[in-house]
């Protein structure tokens, strides 16, 4: 090589050297930057174990065990955390100034206690509820089983190939849902998902029309159970309902109802109702230390540990988590000029529910949900979520 060359030359092959070595560098820091989000700072202890107190076992002990002995509560006891709720917060909670006004005349008492030790069946899904009651985050992965498979079969699909459905639409019942006119890409999704028999005529602009699957907490069907043939499936008689159990008296209503429904009417594993509140809670404690600068021991003064619950649309959110590939969810939220619920006038929230820990739990779904506890200790995998706002 000529002597006037070998400069330049040695001059290039120190830059190739050098951009190989950066251009490693860039992808080992940018493989890291990919992967840094899998390795997530543990959950903290100590609102773990916060999160894990159950106040009220004792004495939803005692009511199973008196159901089973059939003596049945007379009104509202003071009986275990959430389910002490009046009359009227379930009637505002579940907005229903809607149903009422549809109501036949019915007497405002329970049903007497003849009526119910008349009905054979409910002692059986009751004792069966009661004995699953133990903490297990791995019921996650089971929600196929427990809740799609009973709904193929209706449906006469025994063999799905697909696991899980492919797309899902939870439909949440805010006011914001009238912001927009989401109702094709809602009714696009494989499987819609409604909340607690919310009115779909006359919106089907903004929230669709279709639903495949109809979720309600029990308050709801208590009220159906009093109507004759149990009206609790406004979206038509073939569409299964899930429902939550929000206390052990309604597995007469489920005994009522039951058998009057066409599609099936599936219970919630108790074990899943567990997880999810004890997700909320750890959110609530978060978001209270986070906010208020407080000991998470102070999180009692602002919150009745009893009446402390999830909400039926968080619920929905994580069944869907469970037996989707792909969730998006529509009216969930609030905004200043939306009301509370798109189909009715209710204005205030209840605090029953602590929605910014639900909203801080959403958060985390969409943008690093490696960090929400127990999800991950039994190889559960949050798949994409979406929130239309
Ligand atoms: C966990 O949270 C508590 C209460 O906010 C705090 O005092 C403690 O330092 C936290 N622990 C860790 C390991 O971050
Ligand atoms: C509910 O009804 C279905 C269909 O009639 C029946 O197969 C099922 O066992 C009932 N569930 C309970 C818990 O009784």
């Not at 919150?303 to 037996?323: C, N, R, T, W």
Request: aromatic share 10%; with cysteine.
């Amino acid at each position: 090589m000529k002597r006037s060359l070998r400069l330049p030359f040695s001059f290039l092959i120190l830059v190739a050297v050098f951009s190989v070595l950066s251009f490693r560098a860039a992808v080992q820091d940018s493989r890291r930057r990919v992967r840094r989000p899998e390795v997530a700072p543990p959950a903290n202890a100590t609102l773990l174990r916060l999160a894990a107190v159950e106040s009220g076992e004792a004495e939803l002990r005692k009511d199973v065990d008196d159901l089973l002995d059939g003596t049945f509560p007379s009104g509202h006891r003071g009986v275990a955390g959430w389910r002490l709720r009046t009359h009227l917060d379930w009637r505002q909670e579940n907005h229903l100034e809607v149903l009422r006004r549809n109501e036949p005349r019915f007497p405002h008492r329970l049903r007497g206690p003849k009526d119910y030790r008349a009905l054979p069946d409910f002692r059986r899904p009751l004792r069966d509820w009661f004995r699953r009651r133990r903490f297990h985050p791995g019921v996650m992965s089971e929600l196929v089983e427990l809740i799609k498979r009973p709904i193929d079969r209706h449906h006469g699909r025994p063999d799905t190939k697909t696991e899980r459905y492919g797309s899902c639409a939870v439909v949440g019942n805010s006011g914001i849902l009238l912001n927009n006119d989401h109702g094709g890409l809602i009714d696009g999704h494989d499987l819609v998902i409604r909340l607690n028999n919310a009115r779909v005529s006359g919106y089907n602009h903004k929230v669709g029309s279709k639903t495949g699957l109809s979720f309600v907490n029990s308050n709801i069907l208590h009220l159906c159970a009093r109507r004759p043939g149990c009206f609790c499936h406004p979206y038509g008689e073939t569409v299964p309902i899930v429902m939550y159990i929000c206390q052990p008296v309604h597995f007469l209503d489920y005994a009522v109802c039951n058998s009057s429904h066409k599609a099936p009417l599936l219970i919630t594993d108790v074990r899943f109702d567990m997880l999810c509140a004890r997700i909320v809670k750890y959110y609530s404690l978060k978001t209270f230390v986070d906010t208020t600068g407080k000991p998470p021991g102070e999180w009692t003064k602002v919150h009745d540990e009893k009446m402390f619950h999830y909400s039926s649309g968080m619920q929905a959110v994580m069944l869907a988590l469970g037996i989707c590939d792909q969730v998006s969810v529509f009216g969930f939220g609030k905004s200043a000029e939306a009301k509370h619920h798109y189909h009715t006038n209710q204005k205030a929230e209840l605090d029953l529910h602590d929605y910014e820990a639900e909203y801080a739990l959403y958060r985390d779904l969409v943008e690093q949900p490696q960090v929400i506890p127990f999800l991950k200790d039994f190889g559960f995998k949050v798949p994409p979520v979406v929130f239309y706002h």
